[in-house]
């Protein structure tokens, strides 16, 4: 069966970096379009990133542009969230999820076939 396995968070102070890994198993990864999103305690599940199946479109929030970097390596079946400038509005925990020949645009979160157990990022003040 289909698994998104996301490791990589952590407790960071404000202004830190981490890098968040998403293995894939169980689909044709190369086909998928990659997504992170993040939800916040007591908030709605947020689209952050999507990397497009041919690795050549990429989204990003407005919250998270010129910070964050969505990026995939096929021949890993994996992809990475690069978070830079981290700010204690990022806390949340973090998702991986696939599109199967997804738009990179689509940032409903409904749209995407498979979920990961998520991964928390702590970003203290």
């Known amino acids: 069966q289909v698994q998104l396995v996301e490791s990589g968070g952590g407790l960071v102070q404000a202004g830190a970096s981490l890098r968040l890994s998403c293995a894939a198993s169980g689909l044709t990864f190369s086909t998928y379009t990659m997504g992170w999103f993040r939800q916040a305690p007591g908030k709605e599940r947020d689209f952050v990133a999507a990397?497009?199946?041919?690795?050549?479109?990429?989204n990003y929030a407005d919250s998270v542009k010129g910070r964050f970097t969505i990026s995939r390596d096929n021949a890993k079946n994996t992809v990475y969230l690069q978070m830079n400038s981290l700010k204690p509005e990022d806390t949340a925990v973090y998702y991986c999820?696939?599109?199967?020949?997804?738009?990179?645009?689509?940032?409903?979160?409904?749209?995407?076939?498979?979920w990961g157990q998520g991964t928390q990022v702590t970003v203290s003040s």
């Open positions: 999820a696939a599109n199967n020949f997804g738009a990179t645009r689509v940032v409903g979160a409904n749209s995407y076939d498979y």
């Open positions: 990397l497009s199946w041919a690795g050549s479109t990429t």
